[in-house]
């Protein structure tokens, strides 16, 4: 029987482990750090004993991985410690020496983000402890060298960047494709279809503008969906339509399960705020889409359960991964040719400078699949799906201010 095959981008890193010390000790915090925007006025979700002392585990070995491929192991691990505080997301304290993460920061904002967060403080220790720069401010010269060389985010680290920052002329297309896609609700099939047509017509003159005119643009990450422990053949097809069609770039990343106290694996996308923003409405679309087409099918044909459900959902990303490149076929005779954005490329291996590509055997092609394919290639993309099950699409364009 056939078999739906795929490769998948991965980071790659070198894991070690080691002991670390958890809790939090009762001598003032000497940051390098101020404070973030944000208060601690509010209650923070409470880890058992076990769960925390995992996380905090978690923390010591992504330590030792970002030391081994950011810092060429010039560091020695403090102990890391969790504290309870929204006012300072990570410190790394001087003396007694000590790196601090708030149980708030993964609980809340997610594995990347707390990563971001521990590379930024590592930069504080390189600067003390390496290059022995304890006269300069926390933000001086020598720590943002540290930073630029190797791609870390200066600034003092918060939670990701909201759409809402988005820089108006993004948020201007961004307004145009929801605009299209509403449009795309028509009852009208074909009025439907020309409208997500123009829609994804829009993005790409859009990314192919600012290309060729050079346009400075800014690029950061997110995390989509829930981290899981298994791949599923449809997310790695998910992964691949992202990529190859919605201007971000895809990559499968370690991340820790704090309410869990596993590993798992997060869907990263990198790219701008606008096509991110577009990128987790796709996902989140499909993946309610997908999971309402099985149910709708279970329904008519009077399958009693869900032994088919994951062939039929790869089904439905790769029908219409199949009609998104019939569409990028029809730009390319009219001119509109994707060649990439070499500043995002960049910023994307700055980010994950060791990448493995692997390549898997998928789900069988049964008669599941072939049902799913067919549904996908007819799927419209559009603003007003409703939520199904636990997938809720994100906003396209929340309210200018709001917090993601």
């Known amino acids: 029987m056939p078999v739906a095959s795929s ?47 995992a996380a905090v585990r978690a923390l010591g070995e992504d330590y030792d991985n970002i030391n081994y491929s950011v810092f060429r192991r010039r560091l020695r691990r403090p102990p890391i410690e969790l504290c309870d505080s929204r006012v300072r997301l990570g410190v790394w304290v001087r003396e007694p020496r000590s790196l601090r993460i708030s149980s708030a920061l993964f609980l809340e904002h997610g594995w990347g983000t707390v990563l971001d967060v521990l590379k930024h403080e590592m930069a504080h220790q390189y600067v003390d402890e390496v290059l022995g720069q304890t006269g300069e401010t ?69 990314n192919i503008d600012a290309v060729r005119r050079g346009v400075a643009r800014s690029y950061g990450f997110r995390h ?20 190859e069609h919605f201007f971000v770039e895809a990559i499968f990343v370690p991340v820790w399960r704090p309410r ?36 709708e099918r279970k329904r008519v044909e009077g399958i009693p359960g869900d032994g088919g459900r994951r062939a ?46 692997v390549w898997r055997s998928g789900v069988s092609r049964t008669d599941d699949y072939s049902a799913g394919r067919d549904a996908g290639r007819g799927i419209v993309l559009h603003r007003g799906i409703e939520g199904g099950h636990s997938h809720e699409p994100a906003p396209l364009l929340p309210p200018r201010g709001s917090e993601s």
């Open 138 to 206: 926390a933000h001086g010269p020598a720590f943002r060298r540290v930073c630029e060389e190797r791609g870390i985010e200066p600034d003092p680290v918060g939670t990701p960047t909201s759409v809402g920052a988005t820089a108006d002329p993004e948020r201007r297309v961004l307004e145009r494709i929801a605009r299209l896609l509403a449009l795309a609700e028509s009852p009208n099939e074909h009025e439907a279809r020309s409208a997500a047509a123009a829609a994804q017509r829009l993005m790409l003159k859009h």
């Open 312 to 357: 039929f959902v790869a089904g439905v990303m790769a029908g219409f991964d199949e009609k998104l490149c019939s569409k990028r076929e029809e730009n390319r005779r009219e001119g509109l040719v994707w060649a990439g954005d070499a500043d995002l490329h960049r910023y994307f291996r700055f980010r994950h400078p060791r990448i493995r590509t």
């Open 260 to 295: 869990e106290g596993k590993r798992g694996t997060a869907l990263e996308i990198c790219g701008t705020q606008a096509n991110m923003e577009t990128a987790e409405y796709v996902h989140e679309f499909l993946t309610g889409t997908a999971e309402r087409l099985w149910v």
């Open 224 to 243: 989509l969906g829930k981290p899981t422990g298994r791949v599923e053949q449809s997310l790695r097809t998910m992964a691949s339509i992202l990529s």
């Open 7 to 53: 490769t998948s981008r991965i980071a790659d890193g070198n894991r070690s482990c080691g002991t670390v010390r958890a809790g939090l000790t009762t001598h003032p915090i000497v940051g390098t750090d101020p404070p973030v925007a944000t208060s601690d006025r509010d209650s923070i979700e409470k880890l058992s004993a076990d769960l925390e002392a």
